[in-house]
């Protein structure tokens, strides 16, 4: 049974307390419909499929230093679902401008923070963004809300999905009292008992005795590994930011090209993805006459630690691990392949996981501590790339067919870039959000992934099979190559590479 009150978990709290003028702790989204969308029909869906997760009708109280939800008993549908129009002939230009905007506009904390804006592009067609503050869930968990408000055809309607609860661990009466902090130390207390508990089962099986010692010992590692991390190359992406976002959309990709690239490469279709990116990253700083040699951008990189089957419930469930990124390298097969055997290594290490509890440190410490761990961390990366899989097959919204979505993720502390990648229906949406001192013209770097995918591309197609592929990749492989900060000499942009 849902109360009228109800505790926010500490890493859900953290979000929460991220929040500053210069980057807000908003999930924004965009779709794009084949017609024309009714505001009516729509907030009838909204009430329906929607508002079935009381999470929705709720707002976050303050008592003390604690935060908590509680039930909005003032909740107006009609604020939270409002209907815009572009100015005639605006276009996917004035419809970045229109989004640039809401995505540097605050949510109103007094009330559910979550809106969606019916966008009214011409008289046929409609868009539709929805702006969410992040202390309600992630990409992930609002994956499942955006399922749950579409169907599969524009005459087959779904009933409302049951509510996700998201009850918290039973928490004893001193927890209760003395408030979060004592939490993380019951936690630990839980974490002890369920530890006697195992001891039994590893006197008898030493194998999983040991398997556990390591997994201790790698979050000591992992921790160790980013509380000595150098900071993130000195390049225009990081610096000062303002209050002021822009926004842009780069054409989409084909699902299944950068599927058949990754199976050329044997990698995965996020590293291919991720190797286009650090080559945008590059060719924009090129563009800028700003040398490239020795240079490493450091992403923060979710991860979802959510167990495998449905979403239980919403809220924040990913760890961050941090890519490095090779600017310096110009060849793009072995830039994938850096890129591969980066992810890999990531894979199978507990930084992920690290990094989760650290989020949960932020959200119970005082503001000073809270604050150093922002600033570290945000010192340690230039960007945020994220990449949720989204429908294979299109989806409709109120009887009107989807034909695009795309969704920018917010950055926290000093970061001003942030990168989002996006499936559906067979096409790979790439977003991008900017801070305009850092990046003023984000379209350009949104352009810039395109082509070098397609630069990946026609390598792929024209390039010996293959022997030769291993061995000039094999060979050149960077991943071992130290970090080095940024060289003062400048690189010449080079034009189409010759097979070799």
Known sequence: MVTEREPLSVVDHAWLRMD?????????????FAGRLDLARLKALVRTRMLCFHRFRQRVGWEGGDAYWETDPGFDLDWHVRQLALPRGAGQRGLDKLAGELVSTALDPSKPMWQMHLIDIDANHSALMLRIHHCYGDGFALSHVMGALTDNSATHHALPSPDLDGTPPPRAAWEKVLGQVTELAGDGVRLARTAYGLAADWSGHPDRALAAARRGID????LGVIATMEPDCPTRYKGPLGVMKRVACARPLALEEVKAVASALSCSVNDVLLSCVAAALRGYLLDQDDPVDGVEVRALVPVNLRPPGPVQELGNHFGLVFLDLPLGEADALRRTRAVHERMEALKHSQQATVALGILACMGAAPDGLRETLVQALAANASAVVTNVRGAPEARYMAGQRIERQVFWVPQSGGIGLGISILSYAGQVNLGVVADVQ????PEVLAKHMVTEFEALL??????????????????????ATPRRKRSTAKTSRPGAEPIP
Do not use: Y
């Open 458 to 479: 026609l390598r792929c197609l024209t390039m010996p099979w293959p022997a030769r592929f291993a061995a000039d990749v094999g060979k050149a492989s960077v991943t």
């Open 219 to 222: 979050l000591a590692t992992e």
């Open 20 to 32: 500053r003028p210069t980057n807000l702790m908003m999930i924004c989204g965009l779709m794009t």
């Open 438 to 441: 850092r990046v003023p013209d």
